[in-house]
């Protein structure tokens, strides 16, 4: 037994020193590796990057320490935290509040018609609606949003720098239709890249860093109008416009990111990450009842040269862009208020692109610039409140009476518009009326950013943004501005306000009838699904008894089959006994005859 044993043991140290020999050579071969690594690290290092200097994570600590650690009581992110979204939507706006005003302005001072500047305005927007999606397409295919931006902020910045040189109506179209192609994907990275920032914990401060984008419009409208007042050339926005966008383009540079704040907290304050394997299911019924799931992994800044070791976004599924538009707008919820959004990009396009002119038309209102300025300052006044207050008033109101509030509004604005023309009354008496503006674009905008943001497979975040910005800045306000021009130049402002007006109230019918009839399809679905589901728990309950049924006759069997094996049991008892019995019997009998047979032969 001793000898055995201790061969036994012999062979397992001859399998352990093999197996430690093995793992010695592995991991000789992992420092050669990390050896490698460390050189091919130490070659990346020599080569400038600005994303190795942290710029971003300073620029939050900085404003985390100033707010106390950054969260709340609740363990909500402070006012100020995080605030590269906050900076992005301010300067986006800042340039978008430089230019939507006095564009139309600009083209009348060269000599076009209203009628000539329909047809000039719908083409830029039809254009942000065919590239926006292109280009954040591309921007989600190869993973670089950030340098997508910064092209795009460069191309925007420098068309509007050519127009102080272009007096020329041909040539002047061009440039601007050439800054649509550019301008078309900023806005939706901008609101993807917020979305990814905030990440699914924090998606409700969405509205936040919204408005600060509203911010940098009125002040951007303001100044823009009042130094166009003071110098009487409206080409000062083009001069005020790429001093905008070069600031863009530097803090993009040195800022942008897409870590989510979570993360963000985590690494300042704990100096450590949570490794876990994030993994999103996103679930999209379509027409056809089926289901299209897309699972990704957690991605990483696609700029920053210290996470290329780190995994990269993977998709089990990969989906084209065509298909993932097919996708989106197969979601009753998403093409219901796509629709909406045509509806009410259109009414706001003729207001947005044609109320800075009846402003100022001897024939109409009568006044300066300045007043078109002060106008956009009300014009995001409410537009600001709606977007901080944008978690309360969709879980208090509701996305279904936030978009009925943005119909109300608009025809109420426009209605206005058509009553003040006819009194003929002051231009200045539109100042309270341009408050509506802010509850018609915050209301939509941001019920339908959230619809499709909930809405978006992962991995088609910016897709989904882009097909919702193409949809209203695209296609719904270039018919905005193609109808506004027609019926500004034929009819009148009165008749072009009242047109609007029909429009959106046709618009508001269609969607409630549609929400009526999505809503009972949705009671019959769910009717169905509960009479499914309580067929499927009888059918169980009814096996559930069969099977108790079973439980019982197998028992009551078993209970027979012992009853019979004991009855038999006894009987072979009995038998046996019986077989004793006669066996002594006949014993007994042979024993007398033998008696008698010895008997006889004695008397003989």
Known sequence: MNINNNGLNGND???????????????????????NNNNNNNNNNNKFSISKYNFDEKFENFFIKITNGGRDEFGKPMFFTPMVPKV?????????????????????????????????????????????????????????????????????????FLLNFVSNHIIATIVVLVNAIFWAPIIPLADSTCYKILGTQFKELYGKQRMYGSIGFSVSAILTGSLINY????????????????????????????????????????????????????????????????????????????NNNNLIEKKEMKISFLKG??????????????????????????????????????RYFNSSTSLVGFASILNVTFEIVFFYFGKQLLMKIGIFKLIILSHCALITRVAAYSILLRLNASGWCIVPIELLHGIVFASCWNSGSSIINANSPAGLEA????????????????????????????????????????????????????????????????????????????????????????????????????????????EIERNKELIEDEAKYNNLIINNVNDEIIHSSTLL
């Open 231 to 306: 110098y009487n050339t409206v080409n000062v926005a083009w001069i005020n416009y790429p001093i905008g966008s070069t600031v863009l383009f530097i803090f993009t540079l040195l800022f942008f990111n897409t870590k989510q704040i979570s993360n963000q907290f985590q690494k300042l304050d704990d100096n450590k990450l949570d490794e876990q394997d994030e993994i999103k299911n996103y679930y999209i019924e379509t027409e056809g009842k089926q289901e299209v799931q897309v699972q990704v992994e957690k991605d990483y800044d696609d700029n920053d040269d210290d």
């Open 88 to 160: 992005i939507y301010f300067l986006l706006f800042y340039l978008f509040g430089t230019q939507r005003p006095f564009v139309p302005i600009y083209f009348r001072d060269i000599g076009v018609n209203p009628q000539i500047l329909g047809i000039i305005l719908l083409f830029p927007p039809l254009i942000s609606f065919i590239f926006s999606p292109i280009w954040s397409g591309i921007a989600d295919s190869k993973n670089a949003h950030k340098l997508v931006f910064l092209l795009m902020t460069f191309g925007t910045g420098f068309c509007f």
């Open 463 to 570: 897709t989904g943004q882009s097909l919702f910005f193409g949809v209203y800045m695209g296609f719904g306000t270039s018919l905005g501005a193609l109808l506004g021009g027609l019926l500004l130049n034929s009819y009148g402002p009165i008749t072009m306000f009242q047109f609007v007006a029909a429009i959106v109230t046709f618009g508001l019918l269609i969607f409630l009838i549609a929400e009526f009839l999505l809503y009972s399809k949705e009671t019959l679905l769910n009717k169905k699904l509960l009479k499914q589901k309580q067929e499927q728990i009888e059918l169980k309950e009814q096996n559930q008894e069969e099977e108790k049924e079973e439980g019982k006759a197998k028992e009551e069997e078993g209970k027979s089959n012992l009853q019979f094996n004991q009855l038999l049991k006894d």
């Open 325 to 362: 538009v097919v996708i989106l707008l197969s979601n009753p919820k998403i093409a219901i208020i796509l629709f909406n959004c045509i509806i009410i990009a259109s009414g706001m396009s003729v207001c947005n692109n044609y109320l800075a002119l009846i402003i100022t038309d001897e």
């Open 13 to 35: 140290i001859k399998n352990n020193n093999n197996n430690n020999n093995n793992n010695n050579n592995n991991n000789n071969n992992n420092n050669n590796n990390n050896n």
